[in-house]
């Protein structure tokens, strides 16, 4: 995987650098890493790691958090000069179709990871090594990582890239993804407030 293409782009948000990576220029879902005009990489960068959630990202879907986390991560990346990486990694790595299949088990009372486990796949199939590679592609070396979840911390932890803080990203929880979040506290450990 290497980097394609930069382009600045104007958002709601702020000014941002896109990056595209992808192992070649005609790939059509390449991952990204939008950094903020102000971002110094001499300094610790503020960072999240999202992984693409279509239904919540562009549909704004009330099952999760995804689609406002990605919003509120734009929005303090402009606030403090700091980065989004956005890998195309859906339903915490099983894809869209079965991800949609895992909602439909989710629909009959099994919770997210059960859902994940029943269609044959793991609970978080999700990888992070591509972040790191993009990262240091940009020279940045030293984070606060935006995140809640621990297994994002494992992997930056083993790699070369500099954990400086964990800064949270809570989202205030809705009726319909109560049952979600709770089981992505409970389960999987996410560093979620009771």
């Known amino acids: 995987m290497q980097r ?11 000014n941002f650098n896109v990056y595209a990576y992808a192992n070649s220029a005609d790939e059509p879902v390449p991952h990204l890493l939008l950094a903020h005009e102000n971002m110094d990489v001499s300094k610790p960068v503020l960072l999240r790691i999202h992984s693409e959630c279509m ?23 402009a606030e403090k000069g700091g980065a989004v990486v956005y890998l195309r990694q859906e339903g915490r790595g099983i894809g869209l179709i079965n991800k949609l299949k895992a909602y439909n088990l989710q629909d009959k009372g099994l919770n997210t990871a059960d859902a994940n486990t029943h ?3 793991e609970v978080d199939a999700r990888q992070y090594d591509l972040a ?5 592609d940009l020279g940045i070396r030293r984070i606060h ?28 929880p809705k009726e319909e ?18």
């Not at 394609?4 to 702020?14: E, K, L, M």
């Open 4 to 14: 394609q293409v930069a382009a600045y782009i104007p958002t709601d948000w702020g």
């Open 55 to 77: 239904t919540g990202d562009m549909f704004h879907s009330r099952r999760c958090d995804c689609g406002e986390q990605l919003e509120k991560a734009l929005e303090m990346a």
């Open 119 to 121: 269609l044959g796949f």
């Open 132 to 136: 790191v590679e993009m990262m240091k």
């Open 145 to 172: 990582l935006l995140t809640n979840n621990p297994l994002k911390i494992e992997a930056i932890e083993n790699s070369e890239i500099e954990i400086v803080s964990r800064v949270p990203l809570v989202i205030e």
């Open 177 to 194: 993804n109560e049952f979600y979040l709770k089981t992505k506290r409970e389960v999987m450990g996410h560093l979620l407030n009771s």
